[in-house]
């Protein structure tokens, strides 16, 4: 069976034509070409017609489109390869005036190729006929003794090794240029090989660039998604403090009418009449001259813990977290005193401390808290100390009732 295509033994590429085979030699500077029975695919895209020449392109194919279909026409584009000269074009045949036929001016004269005597005289010596030295000179190119024995050899069982070849006479076809000696194929390949290496670099800066694109582009939409999220997040806090406020609002109001109703209430029980708004205040400094009469009450220790307690968290009602942080301190370093009581470490404070400062220290009424508890300043100042003999446990009680009175009332200090 005649050979429907051209392999190449280095890589083993399937290739169609002797051009195809020619470019391939020139790009890879491979020369060991055979005749092969193998077809070479011709798979077609039913969506865009682009023809496929192998199942791995038909397969990059569809993972870049996505298309999925092909029709096989192999079988329709295969035709036999011919290593030797092109076809011959039949003459057309015009009929005469006469009726009778003949070539006419379309029929070509063919002629046997110039080849290069003095190899031709070689082979000759050695025994080969004119015609078929002539045939192996031609088809391999004059290139050498060597080349043409070679092509001799491999060709000597062919049925028509022993005609002259024949060439269009009009195509002023000469001799056929010698191959390329080593050092040109050595250039050639070079070139080659500097050509593809410099469109691979062109390639690979233009995908940089593509994908610095892409990465400048997603990065764009990662700020403004972040910018979106902190408006989301800053737009919740502010309704959430809204809501904070109108609900410590209504806790006040709530309050307020709370009072209102049990001073009503205390009112009606004494059988007295109700409270005049507007006769409220004439009364007052009736009540504070009954009152100044009377003798004052000094505040106990535990009432005054409450107040200095009342006043930290108004004087920092703007942040409650702050405020929480401070009375859980407290609530520590006196409970360390209650379990701990003969630990000097637990009785003694710097000062200076930050994170004292920062949790109490810098807060109006936390160290007057402590003093009240019976911590005392030593050492100019610098440290707070409580005297072993002076720990108070009814005190240290008191103090941490208050505390977590504080911590867990959500109306202390609002009044």
Same mark, same amino acid.
């Given at each position: ?12 590429? *399937? ?27 011709? &798979?077609?895209?039913?969506? !865009?017609?682009?023809? !496929? ?6 397969? *990059? ?10 029709? =096989? ?6 035709? @036999?390869?011919? *290593? ?17 036929? /003949? ?20 082979? +000759? ?11 192996? &000179? ?20 062919? #049925? ?15 001799? #056929? ?9 050595? $250039? ?5 090989? +500097? ?23 997603? /990065? ?7 910018? $979106? ?7 919740? %806090? ?16 709530? %309050? ?13 029980? &004494? ?22 009469? *009377?003798? %004052?009450? @000094? ?8 107040? !200095?307690?009342?006043? &930290? ?6 942040? =409650? ?13 006196? /409970? ?29 009424? /936390? ?49």
């Amino acid at each position: 069976m005649a050979g429907v295509s051209l392999k190449c033994g280095d890589c083993g590429a *399937l290739l169609k034509s002797v051009e195809e085979a020619q470019e391939h030699a020139e790009l890879t500077s491979h020369s060991n070409f055979a005749e092969s029975t193998e077809a070479v695919l011709n &798979l077609v895209c039913t969506a !865009c017609s682009k023809p !496929c020449r192998s199942k791995t392109e038909s397969d *990059l194919h569809t993972k870049r489109t996505g298309h999925t279909e092909f029709v =096989d026409k192999t079988t329709e584009t295969v035709k @036999p390869i011919s *290593l030797e000269a092109a076809p011959k074009q039949p003459a057309m045949e015009i009929d005469n005036a006469d009726g009778s036929s /003949g070539s006419g001016d379309a029929a070509e004269e063919m002629v046997v190729p110039e080849v290069d005597q003095k190899i031709l005289e070689e082979l +000759e010596g050695m025994g080969f006929p004119k015609a078929r030295a002539t045939r192996a &000179l031609h088809y391999s190119g004059n290139a050498s003794l060597e080349a043409a024995v070679n092509w001799v050899v491999e060709h000597e069982n062919d #049925p028509d090794v022993d005609e002259f070849p024949k060439v269009p006479a009009n195509s002023k076809v000469g001799p #056929p240029k010698p191959a390329l000696t080593p050092e040109e194929v050595k $250039m050639k390949a070079q070139e080659l090989k +500097e050509r593809a290496r410099k469109k691979k670099e062109e390639e690979e800066k233009r995908m940089e660039r593509e994908r610095e694109k892409e990465r400048i582009r997603i /990065g764009k939409e990662l700020l403004e998604a972040k910018r $979106m999220e902190e408006d989301n997040e800053r737009k919740r %806090i502010i309704l959430l403090r809204k809501a904070e406020k109108e609900e410590e609002r209504r806790a006040r109001e709530k %309050i307020r009418q709370k009072v209102e109703e049990d001073k009503a209430e205390r009112r009606r029980k &004494l059988g007295l009449p109700a409270e005049d708004p507007a006769a409220a205040k004439p009364s007052v400094p009736v009540v504070e001259e009954k009152k100044s009469s *009377l003798p %004052i009450r @000094p505040a106990t220790k535990t009432e005054q813990m409450r107040e !200095c307690l009342r006043s &930290l968290k108004q004087a920092h009602k703007e942040d =409650d977290a702050k405020v929480k942080r401070a009375f859980q301190t407290l609530l520590t370093y006196l /409970g360390n005193v209650a379990k701990n009581p003969d630990e000097e470490k637990f009785r003694k404070i710097r000062l200076t401390n930050q994170t004292f400062q920062d949790r109490v220290g810098s807060l109006r009424g /936390g160290i007057e808290f402590m003093e009240l508890c019976g911590f005392e300043k030593m050492e100019g100042g610098e440290f707070l100390f409580l005297p072993r003999d002076k720990i108070d446990p009814a005190i240290i009680n008191s103090a941490g009732t208050e505390l977590n009175s504080a911590i867990n009332n959500p109306f202390f200090g609002v009044l």
